[in-house]
């Protein structure tokens, strides 16, 4: 839940009807009764998320805290240092553990610097998706992202080998993602229903601009 997104994502009109719908779709639609439902989020977004969960019938299990390795400075009194995720699950169907190790409930990661980041603003480390999916889901397994964002949910599937099934609002993001992981795994992206490539797809999109953004 991004600020990146503007007046489509956090607009404090709507974002309460699109979460629901989000959560009311992901529920009838793609995820399993025992799934186990994880959240990176703001701060300030707390409140509205677990009362969004409860209106769906899951609860906050715990709170997982990302442990940063610098600082971000912004208008707030302190360097926000770390960012919060909830856990949980739709009641009463506890989900899956496949790992034998237990973990705390802190998880000290890297975040990117500014120059790292140059085409996404907030990409998460591979191990924010990738610890639950060790935990929960067993290799070959499948996973549902409804913000990939920068992708790091993809990577983090193709580094653990577990399936990701991903959407994004944002073109520009699906690009992103698409283009970060050819470039990681060596493999051509191929649209669904037709075979063709990306780069054959994104050449008949955007024809000369195409060329040009090469």
Same mark, same amino acid.
């Not at 899951?58 to 600082?71: M, N, P």
């Not at 890297?110 to 990409?123: C, L, Q, V, Y």
């Not at 999916?133 to 992202?145: D, T």
């Given at each position: 839940?991004?600020?990146?997104y503007?007046?489509?994502?956090?607009?404090?009109s709507?974002?309460?009807?699109?979460?629901?719908?989000f959560i009311?779709?992901?529920v009838?639609?793609?995820?399993?009764e025992?799934a186990?439902?994880?959240?990176?989020?703001a701060?300030r977004?707390q409140?509205?998320?677990?009362?969004?969960?409860?209106k769906?019938?899951?609860?906050?299990?715990?709170?997982?805290?990302?442990?940063?390795? $610098? #600082?971000v /400075?912004?208008?707030?009194?302190?360097?926000?240092?770390?960012?919060?995720?909830?856990? =949980?699950?739709?009641?009463?169907?506890?989900?899956p553990?496949?790992?034998e190790?237990t973990?705390?409930s802190?998880w000290?990661m890297?975040?990117?610097?500014?120059?790292?980041?140059?085409?996404?603003?907030?990409?998460?480390?591979?191990?924010?998706f990738?610890?639950?999916?060790?935990?929960?889901?067993? $290799? #070959?397994? /499948?996973?549902?992202?409804?913000?990939?964002?920068?992708?790091?949910q993809?990577?983090? =599937?193709?580094?653990n080998?577990?399936r990701?099934?991903?959407?994004e609002i944002?073109?520009?993001y699906v690009d992103v993602?698409?283009?970060?992981?050819?470039?990681?795994?060596g493999?051509d992206?191929?649209?669904d229903g037709?075979?063709?490539t990306?780069?054959e797809?994104k050449?008949?999109?955007?024809g000369?601009?195409?060329?040009?953004?090469?």
């Open positions: 839940w991004s600020a990146s503007g007046t489509t994502w956090d607009d404090s709507q974002g309460v009807e699109l979460y629901d719908g009311a779709a992901a009838a639609e793609a995820i399993t025992d186990a439902w994880y959240c990176w989020h701060s977004r409140a509205m998320l677990e009362a969004c969960w409860e769906a019938g899951a609860f906050v299990h715990q709170q997982i805290i990302w442990v940063k390795d $610098r #600082g /400075l912004t208008r707030s009194h302190y360097l926000w240092k770390h960012e919060p995720c909830f856990m =949980g699950w739709r009641r009463p169907n506890r989900p553990k496949v790992a190790e973990l705390p802190t000290e890297p975040s990117f610097a500014k120059d790292e980041r140059t085409d996404h603003p907030t990409p998460k480390p591979l191990d924010a990738g610890i639950p999916m060790r935990q929960h889901v067993a $290799r #070959g397994g /499948l996973c549902y992202e409804p913000f990939s964002g920068s992708g790091s993809i990577m983090a =599937g193709e580094a080998g577990r990701v099934f991903a959407m944002s073109p520009a993602a698409v283009e970060r992981w050819q470039a990681e795994t493999k992206a191929i649209l037709d075979c063709r990306f780069a797809v050449a008949e999109r955007l000369d601009k195409a060329d040009a953004a090469a």
